[in-house]
C-alpha cells in the first residue's frame, strides 16, 4: 500500500485507506469517549475498559478493535488477556499524514472535481437554484422566505 504522503505527490486526491481507517476510527463518540481512559499511557484489558465505560464486554471489544485498526492503540497478549495501550508513535505518524493531505488543500478548498455541464450539486438538486427577489434596499432575497415590512 503506498504511503498518503506518496500518493500525494502522485497526485492523488484521496487520503490513503490508512488514514481513512484512522478518521473513521474517531468519528464515534464512544471510541473518543473510550480513548480518554487510556490518557495516562497504562494499558487496559477489555474488562477494565466495559467496566470504566460501562459498555458491555464484546461492545467494548468491538470499539477497542476499530481503534486498534485505525492506529490509535496497540494490543498485546497477557496469557487469555488482550492489553490495549496508546500507539503514540502511529498516532503521531497518522497525524503528519492527514496535515500533509490538508496542507495541499489549503484554506477549506476541496479538490478540484472535473464535472461535466449540468452534473454539479446543484444541478441534482434543483431546489437549490431557487430565482432570488430584489429587496426593497436592492439586496436580493430568497424566495421562500416571506417579504419583510
Known amino acids: 500500500m503506498l504511503s498518503v504522503e506518496r500518493e500525494i505527490r502522485q497526485g492523488t486526491e484521496v487520503p490513503g485507506d490508512e488514514l481513512q481507517v484512522f478518521l473513521k476510527a474517531l468519528a464515534s463518540g464512544t471510541r473518543q469517549r473510550l480513548l480518554q481512559h487510556f490518557s495516562d499511557g497504562g494499558e ?24 486498534r485498526r485505525g492506529g490509535l492503540l496497540r494490543s498485546s497478549r497477557d496469557g487469555k488477556a488482550v492489553r490495549y495501550r496508546t500507539d503514540t508513535a502511529g498516532i503521531t505518524e497518522l497525524l503528519s499524514q492527514l496535515q500533509a493531505y490538508l496542507l ?7 479538490p478540484q472535481e472535473q464535472r461535466p455541464e449540468g452534473q454539479g450539486p446543484r444541478d441534482r438538486h434543483p431546489q437549490a437554484q431557487r430565482p432570488q427577489e430584489q429587496h426593497p434596499e436592492g439586496q436580493e432575497e430568497p424566495r421562500d422566505r416571506p417579504p419583510e415590512r
Do not use: F, M, W, Y
Not at 104 to 110: A, D, L, S, W
Open 44 to 67: 487496559l484489558t477489555v474488562g477494565e475498559v466495559a467496566e470504566r465505560s460501562g459498555l458491555g464486554p464484546s461492545t467494548a471489544s468491538e470499539h477497542l478493535a476499530v481503534l
Open 104 to 110: 495541499q488543500h489549503p484554506e477549506g478548498q476541496r
